[in-house]
T-cell receptor, first 112, second 115 residues
Framework: GDSVTQMEGPVTLSEEAFLTINCTYTATGYPSLFWYVQYPGEGLQLLLKATKADDKGSNKGFEATYRKETTSFHLEKGSVQVSDSAVYFCALRTGANSKLTFGKGITLSVRP | GAVVSQHPSWVICKSGTSVKIECRSLDFQATTMFWYRQFPKQSLMLMATSNEGSKATYEQGVEKDKFLINHASLTLSTLTVTSAHPEDSSFYIC???????????FGSGTRLTVV
């Protein structure tokens, strides 16, 4: 079945540091890939997405490229801020309006 | 943008009682609702999928008689945890989508603690 593997956390960085959160997937067919963010006390919010190979999703300074050859969708940001502290989930979906399969999530803490 | 309102945000109940969690789509018609459960330091696990007016489809291992899902209208879905026990303590999140392909909109979640 479909699965998403995220790097183990938590991750603690200083403000303005470079961020990489690894995500790899296993899926039948050609999935769409997502990054969701969950701020403390809130629900999940879509951060970015990519629907086909080599697509790059970007939002709020975050980027992720759909790499079919390595089945990866790593999240990057060049300079993190304290306000980026949250839990980040990688997810995939195969088929429109079908269920999302999530990774375990990783907690990011950014120190001033 | 699309908003899903989930209530309550947290609830504490006694073992053996039932708890109802509501999710309402405020500005769109939620044709499909997904209910997830999240354990500490773990991912969201899909419990069931419900389409308006139809019976919910439960994932393997989820007790449908314990987790009752109702999706009677296009704007409201409920999850009732019946005869709750401490092992049911968890974070429950709903997610709604419409046939127009707007994507998934998540509720803010409900922290259930059974004592």
């Amino acid at each position: 079945g479909d699965s998403v593997t995220q790097m183990e956390g938590p991750v603690t960085l200083s403000e303005e540091a470079f961020l990489t959160i690894n995500c790899t997937y296993t899926a039948t067919g050609y999935p769409s890939l997502f990054w969701y963010v969950q701020y403390p006390g809130e629900g999940l919010q879509l951060l970015l997405k990519a629907t086909k190979a080599d697509d790059k999703g970007s939002n709020k300074g975050f980027e992720a490229t759909y790499r079919k050859e390595t089945t990866s969708f790593h999240l990057e940001k060049g300079s993190v801020q304290v306000s980026d502290s949250a839990v980040y989930f990688c997810a995939l979906r195969t088929g429109a309006n079908s269920k999302l399969t999530f990774g375990k999530g990783i907690t990011l803490s950014v120190r001033p | 943008g699309a908003v899903v309102s989930q209530h309550p945000s947290w609830v504490i109940c006694k073992s053996g009682t039932s708890v109802k969690i509501e999710c309402r789509s405020l500005d769109f018609q939620a044709t499909t609702m997904f209910w997830y459960r999240q354990f500490p330091k773990q991912s969201l696990m899909l419990m069931a999928t419900s389409n308006e007016g139809s019976k919910a489809t439960y994932e393997q291992g989820v007790e449908k008689d314990k987790f009752l899902i109702n999706h009677a209208s296009l704007t409201l879905s409920t999850l009732t945890v019946t005869s709750a026990h401490p092992e049911d303590s968890s974070f429950y999140i709903c997610s709604a989508t419409a046939t127009s392909g707007l994507g998934y909109t998540f509720g803010s979640g409900t922290r259930l603690t059974v004592v």
